[in-house]
């Protein structure tokens, strides 16, 4: 939830299994709600302005659109009046997500989260998280070492993490699937791309 547009990778949607999704939403939300937001200057400050102000219409279109779809809005959805310049968009949590929202097809850039409480085996778990038209990165948080390496190697992006996020290494290239780009850079296959050989 700290992305307001400066960040590709951010986490966009999540899967959360039943067994903890409840209490898995209700941390979220506490973790959101206590969000310092304000000036980006201030060093305790920790969501600022949307960098692009048109994208407040695009985070109202995504809730409105949910909640018609059936969603629920436990935390924010709406822009903030602040002293400061800029727009503010609140932390956005909405629950009981399905794949036809737009918060969940489509790229947000902003402050907004779809959780989506799932229940069956691996393969409808790793369908859900490919059934979109990008593919920058996944992630996926378990204890269970097996289960992760199961399910990453399955998923249709060009970074995939266990028990991590929005981490990116110059060692390792840098790539998307689908609507997030083709190529690569950083690592040795993207330092390539821009050599020319002779």
């Not at 986490?11 to 939403?25: C, G, L, P, Q, S």
């Not at 085996?121 to 038209?133: G, P």
């Not at 929005?166 to 790539?175: A, E, G, K, N, Y």
């Not at 083709?182 to 993207?190: I, N, R, W």
Request: hydrophobic letters at 35%.
């Amino acid at each position: 939830l700290y992305n307001n547009g400066q960040s590709c990778c951010s986490i966009e949607r999540i899967y959360v299994h039943e067994d903890i999704h409840d209490d898995f939403v209700k941390r979220l939300v506490h973790h959101a709600s206590s969000l310092k937001i304000g000036d980006p200057t201030d060093e305790t400050t920790y969501l600022g302005p949307l960098t692009r102000p048109q994208q407040a219409k695009v985070l109202d279109e995504q809730v409105s659109d949910a909640i018609e779809k059936g969603g629920n809005v436990v935390l924010g959805g709406k822009v903030l009046n602040t002293q400061f310049g800029g727009v503010f968009y609140s932390p956005t949590v909405i629950t009981n997500c399905t794949r036809d929202m737009k918060v969940i097809r489509d790229e947000s850039f902003g402050p907004i989260m779809g959780v989506t409480k799932v229940s069956g085996s691996v393969e409808e778990i790793v369908n859900q998280m490919n059934d979109c038209e990008y593919g920058l990165t996944n992630a996926v948080y378990s204890k269970d070492k097996d289960i992760a390496m199961e399910i990453l190697p399955q998923l249709q992006s060009g970074t995939v993490y266990w028990n991590a996020c929005d981490r990116v290494s110059p060692q390792l290239p840098w790539s998307g699937r689908f609507g997030s780009g083709v190529g690569a850079t950083l690592g040795e296959m993207g330092i390539t791309t821009f050599v020319q050989p002779k």
